[in-house]
C-alpha cells in the first residue's frame, strides 16, 4: 500500500521522483541525509560573497552527483534519490557509509 505523499517541481504539479512505500521512503532519507553531508557546507579558506558561497556549494553539489554516479555507474543524469528504487538506495547508503575520503580534497 502507497502513501500518495510526493513534493513537486517548484510551481508545477510535476513530481520530483517516483512513488515510494514507507521502506522505500525511509532508505531515501537516510540516503539524502549520508549525500548531504557530502556536500553541504563546504569549507572556504578565504573571505567570499555570499553570490561566491553560493556558486561554491553548487559546485560542490555538482561534484558530489559527479562521484556518486560514478560509484553507482550511472549517468549524472539518473542520479537523483527521489528516483531510486530500494536495491539503489542501500547502494547510496553504502557507498556513503564507506566513504572516508573528502570528494573535495584534490
Keep these: 500500500p502507497y502513501t500518495t505523499l510526493f513534493r513537486s517541481h517548484k510551481g508545477t504539479s510535476t513530481p520530483l521522483g517516483t512513488m515510494a512505500d514507507e521502506m522505500l521512503r525511509d532508505l531515501r532519507k537516510q540516503a539524502h541525509v549520508l549525500f548531504d553531508r557530502l556536500w553541504r557546507r563546504p569549507q572556504v579558506n578565504h573571505k567570499v560573497s555570499k553570490n561566491q558561497y553560493g556558486e561554491i556549494v553548487k559546485q560542490h553539489r555538482t561534484k558530489a552527483y559527479s562521484f556518486l554516479a560514478d560509484r553507482l555507474q550511472i549517468s549524472i ?3 537523483h534519490i527521489a528516483m531510486m528504487n530500494n536495491e ?3 547502494r547510496v547508503i553504502s557507498i556513503l557509509e ?8 584534490e
Excluded at 98 to 105: A, K, L, M, T, V
Design 77 to 79: 543524469d539518473q542520479c
Design 88 to 90: 539503489q538506495c542501500q
Design 98 to 105: 564507506d566513504c572516508q575520503i573528502s570528494i573535495f580534497d
